[in-house]
């Protein structure tokens, strides 16, 4: 389920931010979510009480029956103190005006709603004039990419809230198609049908267009949609400064609100423990590990389905055809060997697989009680905390989350909670790095918590700075961790890649059971190979 829980308004005081208000106080009273009113005034005004009095009256005239649950003056620049305030209120959308820039700017910045999406993570809105409640028409810009799945996901949870008779356009930007003569908006409407309530009246377009934002708006100008949805992955950097961002000129040109979804957004859909492929068979190591998959299968609190294949086979593709959600193999490594290799066997399955494969150790006598999940700041996280909360749904099992900091020039952290992420390195120089980023980061994993909804009370949050090869099995043996929760493959994405050398020294490490997940994004890529296969044989 995509929360809408909470809503966070930000306003500049101009006129202009009173539809930002407006339309806000309409979403929280319509969708029952809290509704919090920020306004972020320059540091250089911190003594001035001006903001504070402008900030009041703005929400007195623009709503006279209140509605708000907090309204603050933030003293920061305007997007990190957005973003700071968003992560305080835990809040689920951004509602925020339109800036007007100079095309040089916009490439040259970000926007202010694209920094959100990249940093909080959410999605935001951004509010061109008062919208008429009911919010029925929306269009959806998709591309054939995997954040179109994100897009579907979002609006199938959100729309039932909003009431009316909803009208959903799904616009193809790009005009190609899969190989099957099906376009992205067929695939995605398909999708739609399959999630959507009933009454939701779902179409597709084609707009053909050399530029997808002019097509785009195009369209929106000569139809009646309220709402323009796209995903952006909001380019940083020199990708930016050469090719601009077609987010940034949405919003300028647009004629009607457009609401800008995180392009990894679609990372947040279920998953799935229906099926599981055992590669373990019923003699192996005196049949104790076979025994321990039957018995916690049996205890499931929903039923899984076990698979038998064949380990001497290939697993993966065994796993494959039978439409696995997860790979069980068993390696019998004993305990305190710390020294030699990982099975290669078990490093080949681990780096050709494209669903989760958990890796049976040392096993408890009962259930896995307690699951250590190794985290960082890629785009993997939610895999990770999403099966620890499917994990802790099916078993009951406690959570302890740990995030082993990395002040390299690559890694990423934050300086102040909520805060925009900068370079490690970039820390040294300037931070008391246990008072800033330490707690930062600290409430930075709690913020993944929240969002992935694995309940607060069955969870632990641990920072630490030791380098991760040491801090994750250390601390895995340290609390008597039964599963240790690490990505398989050394970098996210569709193509293959070696295992992660962080999971290797997990595996080598100790005795507990590993369960490596794995980029969704992987299954999806091949599943689309084997429909062109299946396309072209016909």
Sequence with gaps: MTQLNSILAATDLSVGCDAVLHSAAQLAENTGAELHIVHVASEWDRHAVEPSEALDAQVRRVLPYGGAQSVEVRHDRAFHGILVHAA?????????????????????????????????????LVVRSPFIWPVEQFGVAVDGTVADQG????LSDWIPRFGGAP???????????????????????????????SEVDVSVIDVNSADPVSGLTEWARGSTVQWLVVATAARQGIDRLWNGSRAARLIQEAPCSVLLVPSTYWRRSPIHLDRIAVAVSAEEQGGAPRRWIDDR????????????????ESVVDAAWDARADLIVVSDDRLPGDTRSPVNPELVQVLEQTYVPVLVLRDLPEGPIERILVAVDTGELWYE???????????????VTVLHAIDLSLRSKVRRTPGGEFVTGLSTWMNDDIERTVLPAMRAWLWERVRLAGLPEDAVDVEVTMTDPWYAIPTFAESIGADLVVAAAHSRPGPDPAPLSPITRAVLMGGTYSVLAVVDRERAVARSLRDQKKRTAKV
């Design 297 to 312: 299968i049996a205890r499931a609190q929903t039923p899984i389905q076990a698979v038998a294949i064949d380990a001497s």
């Design 151 to 154: 897009l579907v996901h979002l």
């Design 88 to 124: 305080h209120v835990h809040a689920d959308l951004v509602v925020i005006g339109n800036t007007r820039m100079s095309s040089i700017a916009a490439r040259l910045q970000a926007t202010t709603a694209e920094r959100i999406v990249r940093s909080a993570e959410v999605p935001c």
């Design 384 to 398: 990770k905390f999403g099966w620890a909360r499917r994990l802790h749904e099916r078993f009951g099992t406690k």
């Design 167 to 197: 009208q959903v356009t799904f616009v193809n930007v790009h005009g190609h198609s899969e190989g099957d003569g099906l376009t992205p908006v067929d695939v995605s409407a398909r999708r739609a049908e399959q999630v959507f309530p």
